[in-house]
């Protein structure tokens, strides 16, 4: 009797070894998954993932205990943004969060129903990502800092500080959706100024060595970067490669001038992934992305690298240095 007590408790014991994993994997299914979809990598997204884990907080959510994430990454390799937002779909997240606008288009396409939740220098009206920026009308929202209506501006501040550069070079990932709206309002900007404009497409590592080797035999005398994943990504790289040549350059981000580049013109940039945790944390607890306006930067930064402009020998002005909201020395 007693041995046959041993083997049920033996028995029941294996079962519920046995039943652990599955218990573990239904708890794991009980929490809701947020999937990540970017064109770039685990570590190019160290900021940007910082910021969601924040605007999860602030709904109460926290990564690894009440919600988790499932991260896709297209290594700079626009091309499989669809197959890994389709992956997402097929795991059946309960919101995917886009980082820019070819992964927001991408997941768009892939489905009609998840709740899509993005962060974009594109115009999403424009790329007919939302009906409007009040109304988006479908499964899709998030935040724009509209950042290609102020490629004009950052090529009037790159001429205030360059005014003597007449050819300009316009550095575009020709893979970007969003990279004919700000190309034709540059060119328009740039024939007032009486300036000239080369567009440079660069949508690789290799490319953008490639482009930058070539800029002096081009007769480039500054650059403007058009925000894109792969150049906020790279914005040190890029200050480098422009400190080589002695070359004048704007970027959107202000991690540009900190590295050593001249200046910088933009958005909140990487507050904008706080926003976007916010709402994937609005859309987990019941709302719906069609009522939940896109919502737009309103604080844009100048940022200038004095040391720079010293060893480009450039005078900056003392007008612009009074509108910076930040000056290296």
Do not use: C
């Amino acid at each position: 009797m007693v041995g046959m007590r041993r083997r049920q408790f033996i028995t029941l014991l294996g079962g519920a070894a046995a039943a652990w994993p599955l218990a573990a994997k239904a708890q794991q299914s009980a929490v809701p998954a947020i999937g990540w979809l970017s064109p770039g990598s685990p570590e190019k997204d160290q900021l940007r993932l910082e910021a969601f884990k924040r605007g999860l907080q602030e709904n109460s959510y926290v990564l690894g205990s009440t919600v988790r994430l499932e991260h896709r990454f297209a290594q700079d390799r626009n091309d499989h943004l669809p197959a890994l937002a389709a992956n997402l779909v097929g795991r059946q997240v309960q919101v995917i969060a886009a980082v820019g606008a070819p992964a927001a288009r991408a997941a768009k396409d892939a489905t009609p129903t998840a709740p899509i939740v993005f962060a974009s220098s594109v115009d999403p009206v424009a790329l007919g990502l939302v009906s409007s920026l009040s109304r988006p009308g479908s499964n899709i929202t998030g935040v724009t800092d509209l950042t290609v209506e102020l490629v004009p501006k950052q090529l009037e501040i790159l001429h205030e500080l360059v005014p003597g550069a007449r050819r300009i070079g316009l550095l575009v990932n020709p893979e970007n959706p969003g990279t004919e709206p700000p190309r034709s309002e540059i060119t328009g900007a740039a024939r007032a100024l009486g300036l000239e404009i080369e567009v440079l497409h660069v949508r690789s590592e290799t490319e953008l060595h490639e482009v930058f080797a070539r800029l002096p035999e081009l007769g480039i005398a500054a650059v403007v970067i058009v925000s894109d994943a792969f150049f906020n990504s790279r914005s040190d790289r890029i200050a480098k490669l422009a400190g080589n040549l002695g070359l004048p350059a704007i970027h959107n981000l202000p991690q540009f001038p900190r590295a050593g580049g001249l200046v910088s013109y933009g958005g909140g940039f990487i507050d904008a992934y706080r926003q976007i945790g916010m709402y994937a944390g609005r859309i987990l607890k019941g709302e719906k992305p069609a009522d939940l306006p896109v919502m737009q930067s309103t604080k844009f930064e100048l940022v200038i690298n004095l040391r720079t402009a010293r060893a480009l020998g450039l005078a900056v002005p003392l007008s612009l240095l009074g509108r910076a909201d930040e000056v290296i020395e």
